[in-house]
C-alpha cells in the first residue's frame, strides 16, 4: 500500500526526512507522498518510518498494493533492478 498524508498534516517537517526514498515533499498546502515511489520503507525498515513520527497520526494506508509490488518498487528505486527488467 502506497501511504498517503491527510489534511490534517500540520507542516511539521518531521515526515519528509524520514523517508529513505524521497516519496514526501511539501506540496501546495500539505506534504505529499508520491505513490510512485512510496514502499512503505519496504528494503529498508520494518514499518513506515513517516508514520511513526507524524505527532497527528495524518499518514494512514492509502492505495492498496501488495507486499511484492512494493519490493518491486524498491528494487528499483534503489538500483537494484531495471525497470524495464
Known amino acids: 500500500m502506497s501511504l498517503m498524508i491527510t489534511d490534517e498534516c500540520i507542516n511539521c517537517d518531521v515526515c519528509e526526512p524520514e523517508c529513505p526514498n524521497g516519496a514526501i515533499s511539501q506540496g501546495e498546502e500539505i506534504y505529499i507522498i508520491d505513490p510512485n515511489l512510496c514502499t512503505e520503507c519496504v528494503g529498508?525498515?520494518?514499518?513506515?518510518q513517516c508514520q511513526q513520527v507524524c505527532p497527528v497520526d495524518c499518514i494512514p494506508m492509502g492505495i492498496e498494493e501488495s507486499k511484492d509490488v512494493l519490493?518491486?518498487?524498491?528494487?528499483?528505486?534503489?538500483?537494484?533492478?531495471?525497470?524495464?527488467?
Open 44 to 48: 529498508h525498515y520494518d514499518e513506515p
Open 71 to 85: 519490493n518491486e518498487r524498491y528494487l528499483i528505486i534503489s538500483g537494484q533492478k531495471s525497470a524495464t527488467a
